[in-house]
T-cell receptor, first 111, second 113 residues
Framework: SQQGEEDPQALSIQEGENATMNCSYK?????LQWYRQNSGRGLVHLIL?????REKHSGRLRVTLDTSKKSSSLLITASRAADTASYFC???????????FGQGTELSVKP | DTEVTQTPKHLVMGMTNKKSLKCEQH?????MYWYKQKAKKPPELMFV???????INESVPSRFSPECPNSSLLNLHLHALQPEDSALYLC????????????FGPGTRLTVT
């Protein structure tokens, strides 16, 4: 029962460039979270944005949320090879506490 | 200590075997989760424990049996698995309400032969 769609499915950029990933979801949410997963490993929480927030920053990360369009974007600025990973958005709906993941974006940053 | 640990890291088992996966956290989190993840797919929720009681079972086959012996420990008992059960099994924990982020362990890579 995956809720979100992410695009692009895969993104390849050069070190130093910015990477933008988009996420769309279907239901009303309490918050939206972004996670990173290095190949074959656990997920690491990056940032959480609440439904009453429009933009949030954390280091080189910038997240926006548009609840009217049911969409969010994650921007990674000045990317590094170490940013190579899969990135997932995940939502917590207003009707339950489950975390519902999008399909993910596979980011490759070439040195 | 902000870590969730999982053992073993890798597990190969036959379809007639019985094995267990273990997850541990010492962050005082009262909600713990099991997820299953296939290659290039997002994690899929299997079970949720809240205050050591099973609160969500996502219609998981009975060959997977969760157990929460105490607030720090979560087990997943495996019996008579099928090859399609091969996947990365992730454990996670969360403090407070469902509005908070989850902390994930590194996962157990399970192969069923």
């Amino acid at each position: 029962s995956q809720q979100g769609e992410e695009d692009p499915q895969a993104l390849s950029i050069q070190e130093g460039e910015n990477a933008t990933m988009n996420c769309s979801y279907k239901t009303s949410i309490n918050n939206l979270q972004w996670y990173r997963q290095n190949s074959g490993r656990g997920l690491v929480h990056l940032i959480l944005i609440r439904s009453n927030e429009r933009e949030k920053h954390s280091g080189r990360l910038r997240v926006t949320l548009d609840t009217s369009k049911k969409s969010s974007s994650l921007l990674i600025t000045a990317s590094r090879a170490a940013d190579t990973a899969s990135y997932f958005c995940a939502t917590v709906s207003t009707h339950g506490g489950k975390l519902i993941f999008g399909q993910g974006t596979e980011l490759s940053v070439k040195p | 200590d902000t870590e969730v640990t999982q053992t073993p890291k890798h597990l190969v088992m036959g379809m007639t075997n019985k094995k267990s996966l273990k997850c541990e956290q010492h962050m005082g989190h009262r909600a713990m989760y099991w997820y299953k993840q296939k290659a290039k797919k997002p994690p899929e929720l299997m079970f949720v424990y809240s205050y050591e009681k099973l609160s969500i079972n996502e219609s998981v086959p009975s060959r997977f049996s969760p157990e929460c012996p105490n607030s720090s420990l979560l087990n997943l008992h495996l019996h008579a698995l099928q090859p399609e059960d091969s996947a990365l099994y992730l454990c996670a924990s969360r403090e407070g309400t469902s509005l908070y982020e989850q902390y994930f362990g590194p996962g157990t890579r399970l192969t069923v032969t």
